[in-house]
């Protein structure tokens, strides 16, 4: 079982509240999002584990048991190109839960014109695999987010 945690601090409102169908329909899997506070901040991993995908803008991290979950700081930042992304750790490299991993503004997403808001999904997972969705309510980063099962 993965606790995954919320790899921001922030206000957790469900993926269904989310500015992409994409991942409003939970096609790219199910999990929740954050709409984070509106502050310079350093995106966390969500689980110890491996980087396995990392752009500015999103990261993927697996745990020792193959479970995959995606942080995307923000919706259709990757038009942005890495602009006010900074990454703090490469791709390969052993995190632990809580690890900053990318730097980012949430504030200054919102003011170039895109969500802030922030879809934490658990990969190729099915929706009754993950119990204890937390869909609403403020969360600090490592605050749990789901359990997958």
Same mark, same amino acid.
């Given at each position: 079982?993965?606790?995954?945690?919320?790899?921001?601090?922030?206000?957790?409102?469900?993926?269904?509240?989310?500015?992409?169908?994409?991942?409003?329909?939970?096609?790219?899997?199910?999990?929740?999002?954050?709409? $984070?506070?509106?502050?310079?901040? &350093?995106?966390? =991993? +969500? *689980?110890?584990? @491996? %980087?396995?995908?990392?752009?500015?803008?999103?990261?993927?991290?697996?745990?020792?048991?193959?479970?995959?979950?995606?942080?995307?700081?923000?919706?259709?930042?990757?038009?942005?190109?890495?602009?006010?992304?900074?990454?703090?750790?490469?791709?390969?490299?052993?995190?632990?839960?809580?690890?900053?991993?990318?730097?980012?503004? $949430?504030?200054?997403?919102?003011? &170039?014109?895109? =969500? +802030? *808001?922030?879809? @934490? %999904?658990?990969?190729?997972?099915?929706?009754?695999?993950?119990?204890?969705?937390?869909?609403?309510?403020?969360?600090?980063?490592?605050?749990?987010?789901?359990?997958?099962?």
């Amino acid at each position: 079982m993965t606790s995954v945690t919320s790899p921001l601090e922030g206000r957790a409102i469900g993926l269904a509240a989310v500015p992409d169908p994409v991942f409003s329909g939970a096609m790219v899997g199910p999990g929740t999002a954050i709409d $984070p506070v509106r502050e310079p901040s &350093a995106a966390v =991993s +969500p *689980v110890d584990g @491996v %980087v396995v995908s990392l752009h500015p803008h999103a990261f993927v991290v697996v745990d020792s048991e193959g479970h995959g979950v995606l942080t995307h700081l923000g919706i259709d930042t990757v038009q942005l190109n890495g602009e006010g992304f900074e990454l703090l750790v490469n791709k390969g490299d052993t995190v632990t839960r809580g690890q900053e991993v990318v730097r980012w503004n $949430p504030a200054a997403v919102e003011a &170039a014109g895109k =969500s +802030p *808001v922030c879809p @934490v %999904v658990a990969l190729e997972a099915s929706a009754d695999a993950l119990a204890d969705v937390q869909e609403s309510g403020d969360v600090k980063s490592g605050d749990a987010l789901f359990t997958w099962k």
